[in-house]
């Protein structure tokens, strides 16, 4: 019988990375839909599962006010509501040496949107960009459509996981684009000095490439680092920021976010990049309205004990995660996270007994254990892991005694 879409030529893209919803969503699959014990879920930072982690009423009063305006429910303009753009350049650069404007800014539906739109804008046939291990594999996914060659860069665990600058400089050529850099770290809790940062960006410029400085967990740092926006050496090599409401605020459903252009000199308007990024968000999604219609009121009134609060909060759970790690002899903790909602740890797999690798810890513990960890392959690293502490300390410290549980049950050490 004649096969009826023999003349079809359709094939699919090759098949991207793997995302971490992808993982997540296997592993969770594992978890006994009898099992008494609860499921504890640290594999993922979202912290508004969570009573302890809630958004400020300010922020809910003023999504209340901007649907009760009636104002916002049209179309925005493609960059975002003039206004939103104008109250996020103010509300940027108050850490900045210089002031941004509304040009500088374009409203995008969450820090997703935004790794879409900068690594689109930046593609072209055979160019490469550089990417941090481990890193956040939604720039790998979307590069991989693109048809974007990744060069991986290393994070050095000795050295609270700074860049291996030499490492990028022997990576880079004349097609290399970008280089991405995570700070406060997703997945390794690190904050970088300003002193790496400067070098950083000294890299950047000799090598002739855009910095993409992904800082969704804007200035949610408890360690001894201080949070500095890669934007203050937009002066040394052009800089392009992602940020987003999602972490800092604890709504990552509201899906809003912005990119950020600090280039005091010019480079990206000269180049054309900045006309890229106009034409683009003309095709591209919109972030809700509603919503860009409440920024201005949430980043002015937005109380400083709210941010401060929600600090403390981090600071216990980070402080609970890696008290409770180091009690665990089969993981290896480099340092004690800094900042964001995660850590990574080190899997002695040598000390376990018919565990294969990460992967396969991760399904075990939750089939046996019902605790949701996401393998550092995923995130570059093979046999590491990526624990989130965006939850309740209660919570987090219960997962982790099931964790130390789980290896022991496993171990092949003599205790």
Not at 3 to 14: D, S
Not at 302 to 328: G, H, M, Q, W
Not at 400 to 407: S, T, Y
Request: aromatic share 8%; net charge negative.
């Amino acid at each position: 019988m004649e096969n009826k879409f023999a003349k079809w030529g359709l094939k699919g893209q090759k098949e991207a990375t793997v995302t971490i919803r992808d993982i997540l969503e296997t592993i969770k699959k594992q978890v006994k839909k009898d099992d008494e014990k609860p499921m504890i879920h640290l594999g993922h930072g979202d912290p508004s599962a969570y009573s302890c982690f809630r958004t400020t009423p300010v922020a809910e009063e003023a999504v209340n006010r901007a649907l009760r305006s009636a104002k916002f429910n049209g179309y925005a303009p493609a960059a975002g509501l003039p206004e939103s753009r104008r109250a996020v350049a103010e509300f940027l650069s108050k850490d900045l040496p210089y002031k941004l404007s509304e040009e500088d800014i374009f409203i995008t539906a969450g820090a997703a949107h935004a790794i879409e739109l900068i690594l689109t804008v930046l593609a072209r046939p055979g160019a490469n960009i550089l990417l941090p291990r481990p890193g956040y594999p939604s720039y790998e996914a979307h590069s991989t459509f693109l048809d974007q060659e990744v060069r991986n860069f290393d994070l050095l665990p000795e050295k609270g996981w700074e860049i291996d600058l030499d490492g990028v400089e022997a990576l880079a050529d004349d097609n290399t684009v970008a280089m991405v850099v995570i700070n406060p770290g997703n997945p390794s809790g690190s904050v970088f000095t300003p002193e790496h940062l400067q070098k950083i960006a000294e890299t950047a410029k000799r090598l002739g490439i855009v910095l993409i400085s992904d800082e969704v967990y804007y200035d949610l740092v408890f360690g001894g680092n201080k949070f500095v926006p890669m934007g203050v050496f937009g002066s040394v090599t052009p800089v392009v920021s992602l940020g987003t409401m999602s972490k800092r605020w604890l709504v990552p459903g509201w899906r809003l976010g912005w990119i950020a252009l600090s280039d005091p000199n010019g480079i990206l308007k000269r180049t054309g990049i900045t006309d890229c990024i106009k034409k683009y968000r003309n095709i591209s999604p919109d972030s809700t309205t509603l919503i860009q219609g409440a920024i201005p009121e949430i980043l002015e009134k937005t109380p400083k004990d709210f941010i401060s609060n929600i600090v403390v909060l981090l600071r216990e759970a980070a402080e609970a995660c890696y008290s409770n790690i180091i009690e665990i002899p089969y993981l290896d903790s480099p340092q004690k996270p800094e900042g964001a909602m995660s850590t990574m740890v080190k899997l002695n797999l040598d000390m376990l007994e018919g565990i294969e690798d990460d992967m396969d810890f991760c399904l075990r513990l939750a089939k046996e254990e019902s605790v949701l960890v996401l393998p550092g392959s995923v995130l570059g690293l093979k046999n590491w892991l990526r624990i989130s502490f965006a939850t309740d300390v209660a919570s987090l410290e219960e997962g982790l005694q099931r964790i130390k549980a789980f290896c022991l049950r496993h171990s092949n050490m003599i205790m």
